[in-house]
Structures are given as structure tokens and as C-alpha cells.
């Protein structure tokens, strides 16, 4: 075998230090950060009161975009929006737009809390939004709850007995045993609630039932009990 200068040889292992030196690191590539899919739709507008009433202070607002008619809808956006300044009050949702087949076809549910996250108003049940895109800024005034709003009644209606139960802006109605769910409405004269398949008038001396083409005239609704 032919011998190697001893020069060369010595300097072999500092050539092998500088190689190791001069060769970089290799660490994994960074995780792709998860790209977040901003809303394609936003509905805007804002609260209002009536102009005799006046809102707690420190309250809460919780926005609910949901199906108008459907009994037990599926929630396409929500917030909640705290406050304390007078009303109006100026909101914007975001919404995923491909989850709406029809933009016609939804509600927007607003509840009103005071400061001791009580429920204080409600919004009209029967009140629509447009979710088009072109569609004008929405505008919905509240409706006042009564301290009174976890009442169970009852209604004669010439051998048809109502009962309702109430459950803040919500009600249960049930006719022959089958259960129809309501939400307050807009009224000029004691109190409506309205439902996929029902509606109902409570006034001081009557109330009336609509279900389907059938129609129903009672007694004023009483407490119930013994």
C-alpha cells in the first residue's frame, strides 16, 4: 500500500472537525399553523325598547341566529354582547352563508339579562331576518318579560282542556296530550305566542287557540291545580 505523507495524515482528524462544523443541523420544518376560515356572511342592526321602558343597568344581550320554523332549531351563530349605555344598541353576526339554503327562512332570538342574569325582555318570536347578501340592516324591539313567566294555566274550551307552560319567552302548550312549543309574539292586546303548527291569544277574560285550520275558543286561562 502506498504510504501517505505524515503531514496528511495529522491534519485528517481537524478536516473532520471542520467538515462536522461546517455541515448544519437539520430539525423538523415548523407545523403549518391551522388556517382559521373567516365567516362569509355577517348579519348587522341593531336592539331597540320600547320608548316607555328603560334597560338595566350592566345588563347582557345573547343573539341566537336560528330556523324560523323549526321546533327545535340548530344554532347557525351566537353572541353574547354586554352593555352599559342606553339603547340602541348596534350588533354585527357572523354566520357560515354556506349552511343557508334559503336566507329568508331564519330568526334572530334576543334575550335581554340584567346584571343578576335575569331574563328582562325577549325578542318578537315571529320576527325574520334576511340573510341575503344585499339585505337591509335588521332592526328588532324587545318585548318586556313578567316576573310571572314560569306560570302554569289551564283553559276550558268546551270539553278541550289547554294547559301551558311557561318558561321565560317560551311556552309549552298542550291540547289532548300532544305538546306544540310557542314563543312570545308581538301583541297590541294581551299576550300571543306562536309556533311551527300553533298559535295562541291570552287576554284577561278568553284565550283562542289556532292549530292548523282548527280552532279553538276557551275560557280565560286560570292556574292550574285543584
Avoid at 430539525?27 to 334597560?55: D, N, W
Avoid at 334575550?111 to 342574569?117: E, H, I, M, V
Wanted: glycine fraction near 6%; hydrophobic fraction near 40%; include cysteine.
Amino acid at each position: 500500500m502506498r504510504h501517505l505523507p505524515r503531514l496528511f495524515i495529522a491534519w485528517l482528524p481537524l478536516l473532520g472537525l471542520v467538515a462536522c462544523a461546517g455541515t448544519p443541523e437539520h430539525s423538523a420544518p415548523p407545523a403549518a399553523s391551522a388556517s382559521v376560515k373567516a365567516p362569509s356572511g355577517r348579519l348587522s342592526g341593531q336592539i331597540l325598547l320600547p320608548r316607555e321602558l328603560t334597560a338595566p343597568p350592566a345588563g347582557r344581550l345573547q343573539l341566537l341566529l336560528v330556523p324560523r320554523f323549526n321546533p327545535s332549531p340548530t344554532t347557525l351563530a351566537s353572541a353574547s354582547i354586554a352593555f352599559d349605555t342606553p339603547p340602541p344598541w348596534s350588533f354585527e353576526l357572523p354566520f357560515e352563508r354556506k349552511a343557508v339554503a334559503d336566507p329568508t327562512l331564519f330568526r334572530l332570538d334576543v334575550a335581554l339579562f340584567d346584571a343578576a342574569g335575569q331574563l328582562r325582555f325577549v325578542s318578537d318570536g315571529e320576527h325574520p331576518v334576511n340573510l341575503d347578501v344585499e339585505a337591509e340592516p335588521t332592526r328588532i324591539e324587545l318585548i318586556p318579560l313578567s316576573d310571572t313567566d314560569d306560570r302554569v294555566l289551564q283553559a276550558d274550551c268546551g270539553g278541550t282542556t289547554l294547559t301551558l307552560q311557561f318558561s321565560g319567552p317560551d311556552l309549552v302548550l298542550s291540547v289532548d296530550g300532544e305538546p306544540h312549543r310557542l314563543r312570545r309574539a308581538y301583541s297590541a292586546v294581551g299576550e300571543r305566542y306562536i309556533g311551527p303548527d300553533a298559535e295562541l291569544w291570552l287576554q284577561p277574560d278568553r284565550a283562542r287557540v289556532q292549530l292548523g285550520e282548527r280552532s279553538l275558543s276557551c275560557a280565560a286561562a286560570r292556574p292550574a291545580g285543584p
